[in-house]
């Protein structure tokens, strides 16, 4: 895929996604949130972020909302991961790493297939 | 943490987190100065003076999840060790900038990192702040090398497009150069 050089193109951009936002309606929405604490950051969670993001943009996964929390007092199983699809309940998995991270989009986020030998009880 | 881009990363995720509306995050690589100083700004709630001299110390921490908060002090402990130092100025409702110098080529000084990395992370978790990047280069030579983001141009043009949109990814990866 070209990458886009200047905001001339972004303008394009904003409408094909508008475009695919249209088809999709999205009525179960996935969120994905990274613990962004300093016991998060010193664990990796800036990595894990990044391979979130080259994930969506590779694999060209359209709405998927990425957001951070800060530390949420499980810092011995930073870095931590918590998937939200739709209505259903926050999933959260700890010790993450950047190829979990991708694991998990494709197999919970993507598939819904909840990666339980990797999920931690809040 | 052992990129200072790690460190600026935690330092502004404390401004998101005091509330800021604008952050500003700029590092100046000066080598005729021999001096790597960052730079992290915001206009959040900012702390009294009581707060402000409590910050600094390890065993001191905001958050009520646990007892300890090592972000800033270990980031100070570094500067030192690496022929500079930490301030911080703050004022209550009005903002806080945390400044750290490191002489640049202090063998103990950690290395700059990924700070694009730590940028677009910024930007994608906290897509309510007004972002400004900056990263300026001065050679020795007088030539200067720099970097200036100011997410407004880009978040009005999206509108309500997430930054997470696949061609942005790839448009703001490249702005950031990794």
């Not at chain 2, 005729?32 to 960052?38: S, V």
Request: charged share 20%.
């Amino acid at each position: 895929m070209p990458a886009i050089k200047s905001l001339e193109e972004l303008k394009r951009v904003r409408e094909e996604a508008l475009q695919k936002r249209l088809l999709k309606n999205a009525p179960g929405e996935a969120q994905v949130i990274i613990a962004m604490g300093t016991c998060g950051i010193a664990a990796g969670a800036r990595d894990v972020m990044k391979s979130v993001l080259s994930y969506l943009e590779t694999n060209q996964v359209s709405g998927v909302t990425v957001s951070q929390t800060g530390c949420i007092g499980l810092c011995d199983h930073e870095p931590i991961l918590q998937v939200a699809l739709g209505g259903q309940p926050k999933v959260t998995y700890g010790d993450v790493t950047p190829s979990l991270a991708e694991h998990i989009l494709r197999e919970h986020v993507q598939n819904g297939h909840i990666l339980s030998e990797h999920t931690l009880t809040v | 943490m052992r990129e200072i881009s790690l460190h600026l990363l935690d330092i502004a995720e404390n401004s998101a987190a005091a509330g800021a509306h604008n952050v500003r995050v700029a590092v100046t690589e000066d080598l005729r100065a021999d001096q790597l100083t960052a730079c992290v700004q915001d206009d959040g709630c900012g702390m009294n003076a009581e707060t402000l001299k409590q910050v600094l110390d390890p065993f001191y921490t905001s958050r009520s999840s646990r007892k300890v908060g090592l972000g800033l002090p270990l980031l100070k402990a570094a500067a030192e060790m690496a022929g500079g130092g930490l301030t911080i100025e703050s004022t209550p409702g009005a903002g806080t900038r945390v400044e750290v110098i490191f002489q640049h080529s202090h063998l103990d000084r950690m290395p700059l990192g990924d700070l694009g990395c730590s940028f677009l992370t910024l930007l994608v978790a906290h897509p309510e702040i007004h972002w400004h990047f900056s990263h300026q280069m001065l050679q020795t030579d007088g030539k200067s090398h720099d970097f200036n983001f100011d997410d407004h141009a880009l978040k009005n043009e999206l509108g309500d497009i997430p930054l997470t949109e696949p061609e942005v990814l790839a448009y703001l990866r490249g702005l950031f150069q990794f």
